[in-house]
T-cell receptor, first 109, second 113 residues
Framework: GIQVEQSPPDLILQEGANSTLRCNFSDSVNNLQWFHQNPWGQLINLFYIPSGTKQNGRLSATTVATERYSLLYISSSQTTDSGVYFCAVSGAGSYQLTFGKGTKLSVIP | KAGVTQTPRYLIKTRGQQVTLSCSPISGHRSVSWYQQTPGQGLQFLFEYFSETQRNKGNFPGRFSGRQFSNSRSEMNVSTLELGDSALYLC????????????FGPGTRLTVT
């Protein structure tokens, strides 16, 4: 099946700093989503981005499908950005999302 | 529009018992998927239902089963619970299967003692 690798596994930032999270996948995809998991476990949708670039406030994402990677940018980080960020993909003809292991982000004041 | 709802939110069961979890998708969504999250294995796909039919199943034993009703609500059942079944069970809904954006519920945290 399709493989998903996220880097870095852990990231510690000072409040106000910028960061880039990376997601590499092993095959062509028809779905790529970025999620933020809150402390209670719910997965919050950030972006649905199988290709192209999107922005939402301080967050933006880019997927280069031909090179099989996606990037999530967080600018001017805040303590509320802390948590685990997941990349999930589904391959052509597949109905299931395959998740990466996540990036644990800690933003300190 | 209301989001995906899951009941119950927390559950404690004893090894050997069975459990049923419920998921109500976003109104108009007809595809429901289930995922298990554990610290060791991460997030893993269990199964996906669309129009009351199981379309895809992950690599889990037959003790894990599910169904979907005509109103798109879904239930999953785990029989003969084992300690390793302790996990966060997440349900996701989408308009249709295959490449559509999925929206997740708050999850059911199951503890097996």
């Amino acid at each position: 099946g399709i493989q998903v690798e996220q880097s870095p596994p852990d990231l510690i930032l000072q409040e106000g700093a910028n960061s880039t999270l990376r997601c590499n996948f092993s095959d062509s995809v028809n779905n790529l989503q970025w999620f933020h998991q809150n402390p209670w476990g719910q997965l919050i949708n950030l972006f649905y981005i199988p290709s192209g670039t999107k922005q939402n406030g301080r967050l933006s994402a880019t997927t280069v499908a031909t090179e099989r990677y996606s990037l999530l940018y967080i600018s001017s980080s805040q303590t509320t950005d802390s948590g685990v960020y997941f990349c999930a993909v589904s391959g052509a003809g597949s109905y299931q999302l395959t998740f990466g292991k996540g990036t644990k982000l800690s933003v300190i004041p | 529009k209301a989001g995906v709802t899951q009941t119950p939110r927390y559950l404690i069961k004893t090894r050997g018992q069975q459990v049923t979890l419920s998921c109500s998708p976003i109104s108009g969504h007809r595809s429901v998927s289930w995922y298990q999250q554990t610290p060791g294995q991460g997030l893993q796909f269990l199964f996906e239902y669309f129009s009351e039919t199981q379309r895809n199943k992950g690599n889990f034993p037959g003790r894990f089963s599910g169904r979907q009703f005509s109103n798109s609500r879904s239930e999953m059942n785990v029989s003969t619970l084992e300690l390793g079944d302790s996990a966060l069970y997440l349900c996701a809904s989408s308009l249709a299967p295959g490449g559509r954006e999925q929206y997740f519920g708050p999850g059911t945290r199951l503890t097996v003692t």
